[in-house]
């Protein structure tokens, strides 16, 4: 079964940084893009960043373009997210996801990251 499992959320102070972790298993991980969204309280999922296949480039909302870093590791089935200059905005639970086809969305259970003074 796909299994994604997110991991290294926590509280910062604003201007603080922290990276998350996805390990994923289950599927041939090497052959998806791998995705990172986040939901705030009280507002819908959005997506945050994507990176492709073979150490493809990240890309990357405009809300946290400069300040976080998309990577993976396909050699231990994990990709990163490294979230610098936080700020109250981004406080959110964040979700690893990989879409395998069309209404084939997986999902990891998420990791909280809250930016407060």
């Known amino acids: 079964d796909v299994q994604l499992q997110a991991s290294g959320g926590g509280e910062v102070q604003p201007g603080g940084s922290l990276r998350l972790s996805c390990a994923a298993s289950?599927?041939?991980?090497?052959?998806?893009?791998m995705s990172w969204f986040r939901q705030a309280p009280g507002e819908k999922p959005e997506w945050v960043s994507s990176?492709?296949?073979?150490?493809?480039?990240?890309i990357y909302a405009d809300s946290v373009k400069g300040r976080f870093i998309i990577s993976r590791d396909d050699a231990n089935n994990k990709i990163y997210l490294k979230m610098d200059s936080l700020k109250p905005e981004d406080t959110a639970v964040y979700y690893c996801?990989?879409?395998?086809?069309?209404?084939?969305?997986?999902w990891g259970q998420g990791t909280l990251v809250t930016v407060s003074s």
């Open positions: 289950g599927f041939a991980f090497s052959d998806y893009t």
């Open positions: 996801n990989v879409a395998l086809g069309p209404y084939q969305d997986y």
């Open positions: 990176i492709g296949r073979a150490g493809g480039t990240g």
